[in-house]
């Protein structure tokens, strides 16, 4: 049975040296309360140190909550650190930046599916996941500084094929949340955004012989849950900390609690707030273009995901199924910050079981951000400049999925006005995304599979990627090709034979052009 203590108490448990696992998204699963404790156990007695931190997503808000509190504290609490994303906890990414601790990132759906395998008993995970990328040992290992020299990732010979194996490992602890807590520990996760990981990572720790520790926000007694709505059992569960305040309990970066993201109700969908007309909209109904009835997409951050909202303005949203890594199946996907979450889903499925789908090429279509892309077709968007953030589930759902489309601006910081039907440029940008080579490659061009579709959208033209060379295939109305494409690039693309002029009905205020293209 499951016992019942403080925060405090909870940070006291965690043995130096020991392996720590959190599952989760933004603040979603993540135990705020727990975390503080920690960090402030660490600045007064040096405790526990030396922590080994597995994280499978972005833990935190990009401002002050989430595992950045296991960062405040200054270097020796976490000495190894190892997410899909490590971008949004500011305080690590900086002990990372300065090499003060050692830093991978790896795939978003292996990391989330080895807590199975770990749990199992079984040595690691083999899979192609990764191969090109820059978590293949023999470009970087999924090594983010000069401090990581843990090798997490070795390639294998299987059946005549290659593979890469991501090692498994003891884990020691794992911090977990959900929402409510009965007397014998069980755990249901109805206030939650999504279902994450945590029974797979609790598994994981019980089955090494680790501990199991869960934040609540509410305790009930016994023989009082309907067992179907427990998701974590309480034979797994050793610790329970019910939180003492609201703050650390939020469904996600932006919102403490939304009852559409969590099921409780159906949100009218005319209530969620259309994009405004600028080159974002834009390069959003262009994607748009793209999908088909009954299609089952994925959309990833940032711009990716406002593409719910443009379908949503258009036509029937119904008549496709959204999807976001996280598990969320249907309904209209979120953007930042609460990414992860979906208005009105019609299922939510365990975080792991999502990648076993996407992994599967269970997805039609997916459309992810687009950081810098190359002669090659490589696209990076887990680390630009000094932005260090990882893959997230990038890696996993680009390997699998037959459509795939990278969008974003073409030039960063440019001025744009769209409207009257065509694109005019006011202040051209100062960051090129088009560039010889790329820092980190999340995305290999010459991996693509002969069977896939990959475009790159941006509010001035499209490219595809035609017998693994970047092709210029449409352009806007208004663009010039030379001075405001290709003199913007450090690399001279192929150019289609038949290049087209992208539809200039999407750039005026007013659309209403979505459904003659869904229903081709």
Same mark, same amino acid.
């Given at each position: 049975?499951?016992?019942?203590?403080?925060?405090?108490?909870?940070?006291?448990?965690?043995?130096?040296?020991?392996?720590?696992?959190?599952?989760?998204?933004?603040?979603?699963?993540?135990?705020?309360?727990?975390?503080?404790?920690?960090?402030?156990?660490?600045?007064?007695?040096?405790?526990?140190?030396?922590?080994?931190?597995?994280?499978?997503?972005?833990?935190?808000?990009?401002?002050?909550?989430?595992?950045?509190?296991?960062?405040?504290?200054?270097?020796?609490?976490?000495?190894?650190?190892?997410?899909?994303?490590?971008?949004?906890?500011?305080?690590?990414?900086?002990?990372?930046?300065?090499?003060?601790?050692?830093?991978?990132?790896?795939?978003?759906?292996?990391?989330?599916?080895?807590?199975?395998?770990?749990?199992?008993?079984?040595?690691?995970?083999?899979?192609?996941?990764?191969?090109?990328?820059?978590?293949?040992?023999?470009?970087?290992?999924?090594?983010?500084?000069?401090?990581?020299?843990?090798?997490?990732?070795?390639?294998?010979?299987?059946?005549?094929?290659?593979?890469?194996?991501?090692?498994?490992?003891?884990?020691?602890?794992?911090?977990?949340?959900?929402?409510?807590?009965?007397?014998?520990?069980?755990?249901?996760?109805?206030?939650?955004?999504?279902?994450?990981?945590?029974?797979?990572?609790?598994?994981?720790?019980?089955?090494?012989?680790? *501990?199991?520790?869960?934040? %609540?926000?509410?305790?009930? !007694? @016994? $023989?009082?849950?309907?067992?179907?709505? /427990?998701? &974590? +059992?309480?034979?797994?569960?050793?610790?329970?900390?019910?939180?003492?305040?609201?703050?650390?309990?939020?469904?996600?970066?932006?919102?403490?609690?939304?009852?559409?993201?969590?099921?409780?109700?159906?949100?009218?969908?005319?209530?969620?707030?259309?994009?405004?007309?600028?080159?974002?909209? *834009?390069?959003?109904?262009? %994607?748009?273009?793209?999908? !088909? @009835? $009954?299609?089952?997409?994925?959309?990833? /951050?940032? &711009? +990716?995901?406002?593409?719910?909202?443009?379908?949503?303005?258009?036509?029937?949203?119904?008549?496709?199924?959204?999807?976001?890594?996280?598990?969320?199946?249907?309904?209209?996907?979120?953007?930042?910050?609460?990414?992860?979450?979906?208005?009105?889903?019609?299922?939510?499925?365990?975080?792991?079981?999502?990648?076993?789908?996407?992994?599967?090429?269970?997805?039609?279509?997916?459309?992810?951000?687009?950081?810098?892309?190359?002669?090659?077709?490589?696209?990076?968007?887990?680390?630009?400049?000094?932005?260090?953030?990882?893959?997230?589930?990038?890696?996993?759902?680009?390997?699998?999925?037959?459509?795939?489309?990278?969008?974003?601006?073409?030039?960063?910081?440019?001025?744009?006005?769209?409207?009257?039907?065509?694109?005019?440029?006011?202040?051209?940008?100062?960051?090129?995304?088009?560039?010889?080579?790329?820092?980190?490659?999340?995305?290999?061009?010459?991996?693509?599979?002969?069977?896939?579709?990959?475009?790159?959208?941006?509010?001035?033209?499209?490219?595809?990627?035609?017998?693994?060379?970047?092709?210029?295939?449409?352009?806007?109305?208004?663009?010039?090709?030379?001075?405001?494409?290709?003199?913007?690039?450090?690399?001279?693309?192929?150019?289609?034979?038949?290049?087209?002029?992208?539809?200039?009905?999407?750039?005026?205020?007013?659309?209403?052009?979505?459904?003659?293209?869904?229903?081709?």
């Amino acid at each position: 049975m499951a016992k019942f203590i403080t925060a405090q108490e909870a940070a006291a448990l965690i043995p130096d040296h020991a392996t720590v696992g959190v599952g989760g998204m933004g603040l979603a699963g993540w135990p705020e309360e727990v975390g503080v404790a920690i960090r402030d156990r660490f600045k007064e007695t040096g405790h526990p140190c030396d922590l080994n931190l597995k994280q499978g997503c972005a833990m935190g808000d990009w401002k002050t909550r989430g595992t950045t509190h296991l960062g405040e504290a200054g270097p020796g609490l976490v000495t190894r650190w190892s997410g899909a994303h490590v971008g949004s906890s500011f305080a690590l990414r900086d002990l990372a930046l300065e090499n003060k601790l050692q830093c991978h990132c790896l795939p978003q759906g292996v990391i989330v599916n080895l807590w199975r395998e770990i749990a199992a008993g079984r040595p690691g995970l083999l899979t192609k996941v990764g191969l090109g990328t820059f978590v293949d040992p023999r470009v970087q290992g999924g090594k983010m500084n000069e401090a990581a020299t843990d090798d997490l990732v070795e390639v294998v010979n299987f059946q005549g094929e290659e593979y890469l194996f991501y090692k498994g490992f003891k884990v020691d602890v794992a911090l977990l949340r959900g929402t409510t807590a009965d007397e014998n520990g069980n755990i249901t996760f109805e206030h939650e955004s999504f279902i994450n990981e945590g029974l797979a990572i609790a598994t994981a720790a019980k089955n090494s012989g680790g *501990i199991v520790i869960v934040q %609540v926000e509410y305790l009930c !007694k @016994k $023989g009082t849950m309907e067992p179907k709505d /427990v998701k &974590i +059992p309480g034979v797994l569960v050793d610790y329970v900390v019910q939180a003492t305040s609201t703050d650390a309990c939020w469904q996600t970066e932006g919102l403490y609690y939304e009852p559409a993201f969590s099921g409780q109700i159906k949100k009218p969908l005319d209530a969620i707030d259309r994009l405004p007309f600028d080159e974002r909209k *834009i390069i959003c109904r262009r %994607v748009a273009m793209e999908l !088909k @009835k $009954g299609d089952v997409i994925n959309l990833g /951050v940032g &711009i +990716p995901a406002d593409t719910a909202k443009v379908v949503n303005e258009e036509v029937n949203i119904d008549d496709f199924t959204m999807s976001t890594e996280s598990g969320m199946i249907g309904g209209v996907p979120s953007a930042l910050p609460n990414f992860g979450a979906a208005y009105n889903a019609e299922a939510c499925i365990d975080h792991g079981y999502m990648f076993d789908l996407i992994d599967g090429g269970g997805l039609n279509m997916t459309c992810l951000g687009l950081g810098e892309v190359d002669e090659d077709g490589n696209n990076n968007v887990s680390y630009l400049g000094k932005m260090m953030t990882g893959p997230g589930g990038f890696i996993n759902i680009t390997q699998a999925t037959p459509k795939v489309i990278f969008c974003g601006t073409f030039m960063g910081k440019a001025k744009l006005k769209p409207g009257n039907g065509k694109l005019e440029i006011l202040e051209e940008g100062k960051i090129r995304k088009f560039v010889k080579h790329v820092k980190q490659i999340t995305f290999a061009g010459q991996y693509a599979g002969k069977d896939q579709t990959i475009l790159y959208v941006t509010e001035r033209c499209v490219f595809q990627l035609i017998d693994h060379k970047v092709t210029l295939i449409e352009i806007a109305p208004g663009i010039d090709l030379e001075k405001d494409i290709l003199a913007n690039m450090d690399f001279k693309p192929e150019i289609s034979p038949d290049l087209k002029l992208m539809d200039p009905e999407i750039f005026n205020e007013t659309w209403g052009g979505l459904a003659k293209y869904v229903e081709k």
